[in-house]
Structure formats: structure tokens, C-alpha cells
């Protein structure tokens, strides 16, 4: 399978507790964002790497939150002291750009991580 | 990233074929226009993408207005595994890396 992995598919946590995501993307790609996605909303951006540098960082990463991709690779998301409002799904989405009828930047999402903050 | 208006629900015949439309009416000339869908508690899928001319892939086509402020995505023979909430999004591919989601159209397709 080379698509966008991401793990664990499932976390539950208390609130208080910290936790951490990992998502890997597709090999050749060398962008990775974060998304997430609470009930009834599409995906909203957190964050977006290229290579290893992070270059933008949505309003809704707190604090709490941080994100890196150490060798331009795999990446991680951690939330620290989860609170419930944090309960949502997490995605990782991945691309490369390419020229393909103009350039283009499509993003291939992975399964997301479903985050239950009791 | 110009906004997006599409129906929030639509039903659809099993075999026939499923048109969403979307409009897209403050569209820059450098704004692709992408589709996406996501089925129950999965990710978001990648369906097709264009900038004006009229695309097709294996998935779907996609018809784009000749003004560019609205399009419609065609899928041509609706399947029960085709039920999902399809998301119109338009952005440019410079410069603004992220995509902007809506509530998208809940498409069912009926047995």
C-alpha cells in the first residue's frame, strides 16, 4: 500500500493527558499538511510542511499543539493537557508538485486518527 | 480562496447518473477548481481537478462553465459505494498550499 498511513486509527485519552499521531506519507511526496475535522465540518487546516520546515501554522494550533517532520519525512502531531473540545479527527494529507496540465499540488488524504477526550 | 456554494444533499438512482453542481462565482483565473469525497468516517478522496477545460478520469468528469463561476461533477453510473459527502474546493496552486473546505453535498444513492 503506498497511500498515506496514519497511527493509531483510534485514541482514547482523559482529559489532562498528553498524545501523540504519526503520519506517513506517500514516499515521493514532499509536502504533508494536518487537518482536523470535528462532527457535521469538513477538514479544517492546522498545518503544512514542506520538507522538513513548517511553513504555515493555522489559528487553531494552540499552544498546546505542535507538529514536526523531522527528516522530511514522517511527521507527528502532539497535543499536550487534552481538553474535550479537542476530540475530533485528525488527517494527514501528503503531495508533491508536479506538472500536470499547469502546475499542480494534489493532496491525498490518509484515514485520520480519531481522538475521544473523555 | 474564492467560497463555494453547493446543495447540501442530493439522492441519486443506483445506475443512473449523479450531477453535482457547485458554484464557484468570485473564482480567480489562477483558482483550480478540485472535488473531493469523503465516506463515512474515512478521509477525504481525491476525485478530479480543472482549471477551465472540461476533465474526465476514471472516477468521474467534471464540466466547468465557460465563465468559470460554477461546475458540475458527473458521476456516470452511481453505485451504492458512491454514497459520501462530496466537496467542491477551489484554489490556486501557487503560493496557498492549503484547501479550504465546506459542509459539502451529502449525496445518497438510492437502491
Known amino acids: 500500500d503506498t497511500g498515506v498511513s496514519q497511527d493509531p486509527r483510534h485514541k482514547i485519552t482523559k482529559r489532562g493527558q498528553n498524545v501523540t499521531f504519526r503520519c506517513d506519507p506517500i514516499?515521493?511526496?514532499?509536502?504533508l499538511y494536518w487537518y482536523r475535522q470535528t462532527l457535521g465540518q469538513g477538514p479544517e487546516f492546522l498545518t503544512y510542511f514542506q520538507n522538513e520546515a513548517q511553513l504555515e501554522k493555522s489559528r487553531l494550533l494552540s499552544d498546546r499543539f505542535s507538529a514536526e517532520r523531522p527528516k522530511g519525512s514522517f511527521s507527528t502531531l502532539e497535543i499536550q493537557r487534552t481538553e474535550q473540545g479537542d476530540s475530533a479527527m485528525y488527517l494527514c494529507a501528503s503531495s508533491s508538485r508536479r506538472l500536470q496540465r499547469g502546475y499542480t499540488d494534489t493532496q491525498y488524504f490518509g484515514p485520520g486518527t480519531r481522538l475521544t477526550v473523555l | 480562496d474564492a467560497k463555494t456554494t453547493q446543495p447540501p444533499s442530493m439522492d441519486c438512482a443506483e445506475g443512473r447518473a449523479a450531477n453535482l453542481p457547485c458554484n464557484h462565482s468570485t473564482i480567480s483565473g489562477n483558482e483550480y477548481v478540485y472535488w473531493y469525497r469523503q465516506i463515512h468516517s474515512q478521509g477525504p478522496q481525491y476525485i478530479i481537478h480543472g482549471l477551465k477545460n472540461n476533465e474526465t478520469n476514471e472516477m468521474a468528469s467534471l464540466i466547468i462553465t465557460e465563465d468559470r463561476k460554477s461546475s458540475t461533477l458527473i458521476l456516470p453510473h452511481a453505485t451504492l459505494r458512491d454514497t459520501a459527502v462530496y466537496y467542491c474546493?477551489?484554489?490556486?496552486?501557487?503560493?496557498?498550499?492549503?484547501?479550504?473546505f465546506g459542509t459539502g453535498t451529502r449525496l445518497t444513492i438510492i437502491p
Open positions: 474546493i477551489v484554489r490556486v496552486n501557487f503560493g496557498n498550499e492549503k484547501l479550504t
Open positions: 514516499s515521493e511526496h514532499n509536502r
